[in-house]
């Protein structure tokens, strides 16, 4: 009876750490946003996390999950590893984020709702978490907001500041992209908690939001929401400052939500592309669900329009 009831245990662990790779590739919870890291042989996907009821009118997220696999159809939960809490200056939100590393450590950049006080008139504003784990513990690298509502004033609405997106140049030079309404983007200190430099805007074509930034080929790819309900579009240049050249739609409108938000990686010799719909039973705009397929290119350099399918993207190593 004993080894019945271990075998149970044991299941039921196995069960709620281990997700299977159909899309959604998460279904324990209610996930958006997706950011994907490889590091040493693993993809590490940082999510927000929408907890809003059936009937909810506006968005519930109160922190950030991860998850990770080997390959591509297995991810292992690590749980909320970052939450609204651990900024003492914010006020509720946690919205779209991204990770990388550097140097050992790992830079979590969040954007998230600022509270009204002596440094900030409130709106959403960019923090960063640090760690020396991709699945933390984080914390609060400077204490204080990185990018407040006030430091950007080319849009008038306090959500202008969402989504960040940090890319490293082959020079080490690293930069940090966000926005909504406009895209905007500025120099990071080898630091990577301090500016260097003037904050910079512009307006890709249809621009909504969650750019996501990566080179290939020399080639620089801007990668973002367009018009609303969202579809993603996409921009290349010859430099990471622009100008920058408008290539089209690779994302119809995603199935029952009115967002999604890319994430790109290349990951043991193929590249896959992550978003997020409302597939989920009692899905929607509000209860989210992060998905994933492969991505293709064409000879020259052109991405080639995302498939959205239920199977999702096959194990690395099964062809």
């Not at 209610?30 to 590091?39: N, R, S």
């Not at 749980?79 to 830079?107: M, Q």
Request: glycine share 8%; with cysteine; charged share 20%.
């Amino acid at each position: 009876m004993k080894n019945k009831v271990f075998i149970f245990i044991v299941g039921i662990v196995l069960a709620t750490t281990f997700i299977s790779g159909q899309n959604p590739i998460i279904k324990g919870v209610f996930t958006a946003d997706p950011a994907p890291l490889v590091y040493k042989g693993k993809v590490y996907l940082y999510v927000g996390h929408d907890t809003a009821t059936v009937d909810a009118k506006t968005y519930q997220m109160p922190d950030w999950l991860v998850y990770s696999s080997s390959d591509m159809v297995n991810w292992e939960s690590h749980g909320p590893c970052l939450t609204v809490k651990d900024f003492a200056w914010a006020s509720y939100a946690a919205n779209a984020a991204h990770c990388i590393e550097r140097n050992g450590k790992f830079y979590w950049y969040i954007s998230i709702i600022h509270r009204a006080n002596t440094d900030s008139k409130g709106g959403v504003a960019i923090g960063v978490a640090v760690s020396d784990s991709p699945t933390g513990p984080y914390k609060d690298a400077i204490g204080k907001a990185l990018i407040t509502n006030d430091m950007t004033t080319d849009m008038k609405h306090a959500w202008d500041d969402l989504d960040p997106a940090v890319f490293i140049d082959d020079d080490g030079q690293a930069y940090l992209f966000w926005g909504n309404g406009s895209c905007k983007w500025v120099k990071l200190k080898e630091n990577m908690v301090e500016l260097d430099g003037p904050i910079y805007t512009f307006k890709p074509q249809n621009f909504t939001e969650a750019p996501w930034v990566y080179k290939r080929n020399g080639v620089y790819y801007l990668v973002y929401a367009a018009n609303f309900p969202e579809t993603i579009e996409y921009c290349t240049a010859k430099s990471i400052e622009g100008p920058w050249t408008y290539r089209g739609l690779i994302q119809d409108r995603s199935y029952n939500s009115s967002t999604t938000h890319p994430g790109i990686i290349d990951f043991k010799g193929k590249t896959y592309y992550f978003y997020h719909d409302g597939s989920l039973p009692t899905g929607g705009d509000y209860r989210r669900s992060v998905c994933v397929e492969s991505l293709y290119y064409n000879p020259d350099g052109t991405i080639q329009k995302i498939v959205q399918t239920k199977e999702g993207v096959k194990a690395v190593n099964e062809k």
